[in-house]
């Protein structure tokens, strides 16, 4: 604010003075000249009239001459006072004109609105660093759950597009650089509400930088890094940064799973999917042969490592040795877009493809041709590029790796529940099979699209009445939670995944085991389940029915009459 | 030199030098206090206040502070002289013109506190 007044002011000074003078010149000469009263006596206005004279001559052009009829020498003086005005006044216009118009006020005004909002903020949000495919994507998804968001970019464009985006919740985007503390700063990194930091840009460096800032000023909040290099994740993790996200090594982690528990890799996929996409289908990648991996980059270097672990024979095929490394593999000097490498690779019997080159032409090539030699490969290929989106899937590939896609869902998930990743931790301990029960009881949870997946905190204020409820010794159930308020024989459409409590986990609770107050809960259900289960936790008459399958009534005169039956009957 | 110092430093000085001219004389007098006098005093008040706008040092806003206290006692001497001489048209009685001189004389300190704010800030600068 102070900035625009001072702006204001500077830019004001020399209209300013430029009216004043014009004013006190008119007003000066006009107490000077003689005028002639009605009766042809000589009068001299005085400063009051001339003041109230000039003032509606130089906004309007006259009433008229008062306090007499003037003489012709007044006259004069008047036209000539009158050019003159209009002249300062369309001067002094045209300068605040001008003033609103310049960028650098523009800014300085966009700025300080920006800084109102923030410091208005009541409620937690998450600051993204960078608004490129990944940033858009997070910020879609986390609004559209009805969280805050503020973004920084360093690209005007795209923070202008952010008002123009149909997004559920306001987002407030500033437009500067992340790597410079003072943005960060007036973003809200230090703001009370603060509840994380996102960087998602497209430099390690920078991303390194806004982790190092936000540690420093603001310890207590959750700092979330995407990192393209091993060398970066070490250093980011070597003061503390809360997650690390390698879209190259989580894609080949997928993978790893995919290998080993297909059922539990499906399941990863549908709770950690965007709402309101649909369920995807089981992949089953072979094992009965070796596999081909185009592209030695970090990603082939990822996959790579994880095939091996699995006992799979890798073929690498990579165009240029001398930079990416030599790799221990079976190795085939080329691209893997000309049939006669890939068959050197021994595509005919390969059991799957990796197209995993940073070029996404070469990558739908090679699929193409390695599909032409071998119609069951299974093919996995990496998309670069958020265009290409239609034509990646038009190849229709049993996987598809794209890095900003991997990164907003792993952020999202990291963001809204990280409890999925505890449970997903302990399933990985599970036998397949329990994963594929578990994949078929939610497939008939929500038949067509991925489930709803919420966090619950049994904790004052949240879900006060069930936490009030237990906190008095009430007894409530798994069981309970999961029946419907309107029909209490039905059950909801919902699972509890996980309870935590203090340092216990409980995977897949069983109904009968009893809630407490202070326990987080991970469920997942369809939506209305969810709607409908909040009712239960917050409204007190609904929770005893539920509870007791009594509909007990509120009021004191419906409760006196009901104890009245009660006693009677 | 810097042009602009000459003529921020000329409206000060003439602000209180005009402010002195219009204050002196006997108070109650209105032969001793001429009102194109206080025309002059006015107007060059308000140009120094705005030539005194936009800058943010501390000493800027001090200088703009006496320059808006200045203005507002010499708003009200006008005020004062407009209602004795044409609204309840008692003329300049002894009354009257001491009131105004007063509102002046207390512009006047406040222009003074404005020159003394000045000399300090050159005698300060020594460039």
Redesign the interface.
Known sequence: MENIVFLILRRMRQPLLTLLLVYAISILGLTLIPGRDADGNVWYMTFFHAFYFVSYMATTIGFGEIPYAFSDAQRLWVSLALYASVIAWIYAFGTILALVQDRVFQEAIAENRFARRIRRMREPFHLVCGYGETGTALVKSLTGRGQHVVVIDIDATRTNIIQLQDLREFVPALHGDAAITRHLQEAGLQHPCCAGVVALTDSNEVNLKIALTAKLLNPKIKVICRADSHDVEANMASFGTDYIVDPFDTFAGQLAVALQAPCLHLLQRWLTGREGSSLSEPVYPPQDSHWIVCGYGRFGKAICARLKNEGIRVVVVEAKPELAGRPAEDFVAGRGTEANTLQEAGVEHAAGLVAGTDNDANNLSIVMTARALNPELFVVVRQNQNDNHDIIAAVDADMVMHPSAIIADKIRVLLATPMLYEFMSLALYQEDSWACELASRVTALVREEVPTIREWLLVPGENGVLHEFLSHGGAFAVRDLLRDPWQREDGLNAIVLLVRRRNDRILLPDPDTALKSGDRLLLCGDRTAFTRMHWTVSHRHTLDYVKTGEDRPQSWIWRAWYRRRRYSG | MNPEKVVFGFFIVLALTLNFGFFVGEIENPEHHH??EL?AVV?VN??AT??K??D?SQMGALLLATSLVAILQLIAA?LV??FA??VNGVGLTPAVTASIVSLSGGAMLANVISVILLIIETVMLRR
């Open positions: 009102v194109y025309f107007v308000l140009i705005v030539l706008f936009g943010r006008t002289w407009a001489m044409h």
